[in-house]
């Protein structure tokens, strides 16, 4: 028998768990340092199909932390690159482009009833709250990532729901707007690490963190898609 991209995963999960993936639908919001790692994960661990949102052109300073973004890749579209580069990882995977900023306005794009999973990867509250307010409405399993800017120690990154989190600015944010939203049990990824204090209004960042938060939140995602 000729070998396979998901030989290695068969041996470690069995053939029947990776036959499962290959039928998930998993949304990725947002392909920055953490999203962009996420969409490396779930494909190479043979996810069957990706929806992908994001707005954003590869820049120039995302190098530093971003899979897709290369010398060769600056100037594209975010979902156009990803497409380009999942597409040569897995022939056979499925990619749905959204190319826009995913808004209360416009959050009628997805039907996250036809979604297995969804990964909150953006940066602004206004989004992450009307993604997990859809994932609640269609009882779709999801996890929220926190901040991930101005942080050197990526040893200190934690899943936990949102009412576990502390040290986190942007968590203690999210924590107040889902109480007032009467919203409980959000999983999400966040760090215990303290800020670093750069003086900076944009977030500093380094090519060690964000990949680790989204390898991280592609592992939960994985392992939940595979529970018995």
Same mark, same amino acid.
């Given at each position: 028998?000729?070998?396979?991209?998901?030989?290695?995963?068969?041996?470690?999960?069995?053939?029947?768990?990776?036959?499962? #993936?290959?039928?998930? !639908?998993?949304?990725?919001?947002?392909?920055?340092?953490?999203?962009?790692?996420?969409?490396?994960? *779930?494909?190479?661990?043979?996810?069957? @199909?990706?929806?992908?949102?994001? @707005?954003?052109?590869?820049?120039?300073?995302?190098?530093?932390?971003?899979?897709?973004?290369? @010398?060769?890749?600056?100037?594209?579209?975010?979902?156009?690159? &990803?497409?380009?580069? $999942?597409?040569?990882?897995?022939?056979?995977?499925?990619?749905?482009?959204? +190319?826009?900023? &995913? #808004?209360?306005?416009?959050?009628? =794009?997805?039907? &996250?009833?036809? $979604? +297995?999973?969804?990964?909150?990867?953006?940066?602004?509250?206004?989004?992450?709250?009307?993604?997990? *307010?859809?994932?609640?409405?269609?009882?779709? %399993?999801?996890?929220?990532?926190?901040?991930?800017?101005?942080?050197?120690?990526?040893?200190?990154?934690?899943? /936990? +729901?949102?009412?576990?989190?502390?040290?986190? %600015? $942007? /968590?203690?944010?999210?924590?107040?707007? #889902?109480?007032?939203?009467?919203?409980?049990?959000?999983?999400?990824?966040?760090?215990?690490?303290?800020?670093?204090?750069?003086?900076?209004? !944009? %977030?500093?960042?380094?090519? &060690?963190?964000?990949?680790?938060?989204? $390898?991280? =939140? /592609?592992?939960?995602?994985?392992?939940? *898609?595979?529970? +018995?």
């Amino acid at each position: 028998m000729p070998e396979s991209i998901f030989d290695r995963t068969e041996k470690l999960i069995g053939e029947d768990k990776v036959a499962s #993936l290959h039928n998930k !639908t998993v949304a990725v919001f947002g392909l920055g340092g953490v999203g962009g790692y996420v969409c490396e994960a *779930l494909a190479r661990a043979g996810v069957g @199909h990706l929806v992908l949102v994001d @707005h954003d052109m590869v820049n120039i300073t995302n190098i530093n932390r971003q899979v897709i973004a290369l @010398h060769s890749t600056v100037g594209m579209k975010k979902t156009d690159a &990803f497409y380009r580069r $999942l597409k040569d990882i897995n022939p056979e995977i499925e990619v749905t482009l959204h +190319d826009c900023f &995913f #808004l209360p306005e416009n959050s009628s =794009i997805i039907d &996250f009833k036809k $979604l +297995d999973y969804v990964a909150d990867c953006v940066d602004t509250v206004t989004a992450k709250i009307e993604i997990i *307010l859809k994932c609640k409405e269609a009882g779709t %399993p999801m996890i929220s990532s926190m901040g991930t800017g101005n942080k050197l120690d990526p040893g200190q990154f934690q899943i /936990a +729901d949102i009412s576990k989190t502390e040290v986190c %600015p $942007l /968590a203690k944010v999210m924590r107040k707007e #889902l109480k007032d939203r009467g919203i409980k049990k959000v999983k999400v990824l966040f760090s215990k690490e303290l800020p670093v204090k750069t003086g900076l209004r !944009t %977030p500093a960042s380094i090519s &060690f963190v964000p990949p680790v938060a989204g $390898l991280m =939140i /592609a592992g939960e995602i994985v392992r939940d *898609l595979i529970k +018995d």
